[in-house]
């Protein structure tokens, strides 16, 4: 079944401006991650965080996780056309040793 | 070279014709899995593997087997494909404790 669940489903920005994106989940995580997907090609990871982390930072990309509310976001800062892709969230937990995913925000950043 | 290849990377086929899809890595990775994804559901896990020998069904496994013989190979197979297994495939791996999950290109399949 289908953990995560990102937010918005879509989403259009300028070049330059932030992009957030948010991932809420239904169970006790070990760890979430964020993976993009360029149009029908394969995923590719961007950053993990764990469950007793609260904020994690890779280049222009943060990530916060508050696992009070069962919730992450992914903050994309000065976005570029490059960043346009779907971005997906992944969840760890339990006995689960593969991600399960959400269904993806689709981002589109124009020139 | 990490990584996870998968193949075709696109197949056309006839409802009932026996396929199958191979996906090798080449990173020494227990745990490999299957999914599929369709426009607004998302990515589904079809049967996960985590050793050889070991594998388990995932959220939509009707209609598909696996096999887990050699731990570089995970290969899907559809015994008899109907159109509603039209679909993108990806095929992924990750190793053991806290890490990514290793995707292939994916494999756009057909079925007519």
């Known amino acids: 079944s289908q953990q995560g669940e990102e937010d918005p489903q879509a989403l259009s920005i300028q070049e330059g401006e932030n992009a957030t994106m948010n991932c809420s989940y239904k169970t006790s995580i070990n760890n979430l991650q964020w993976y993009r997907q360029n149009s029908g090609r394969g995923l590719v990871h961007l950053i993990l965080i764990r469950s007793n982390e609260r904020e994690k930072h890779s280049g222009r990309l943060r990530v916060t996780l508050d696992t009070s509310k069962k919730s992450s976001s992914l903050l994309i800062t000065a976005s570029r056309a490059a960043d346009t892709a779907s971005y997906f969230c992944a969840t760890h937990s339990g006995g689960s040793y593969i991600p399960t995913f959400g269904r993806g925000t689709s981002l589109i950043v124009h020139p | 070279e990490a990584q996870v290849t998968q193949n075709p990377r696109y197949l056309i086929t006839v409802t009932g014709k026996k396929l199958t899809v191979t996906c090798s890595q080449n990173?020494?990775?227990?745990?490999m899995s299957w999914y599929r994804q369709d426009p607004g559901l998302g990515l589904r896990q079809i049967y996960y593997s985590m050793n050889v020998e070991v594998t388990d069904k995932g959220d939509v496994p009707e209609g598909y087997k696996v096999s887990r013989k050699e731990k570089r190979n995970f290969p899907l197979i559809l015994e008899s494909p109907s159109p509603n297994q039209t679909s993108l495939y990806f095929c992924?791996?990750?190793?053991?404790?806290?890490?990514?999950?290793?995707f292939g290109q994916g494999t756009r399949l057909t079925v007519v």
């Open positions: 992924a791996s990750r190793a053991t404790g806290v890490g990514e999950a290793f």
């Open positions: 990173m020494n990775h227990e745990y």
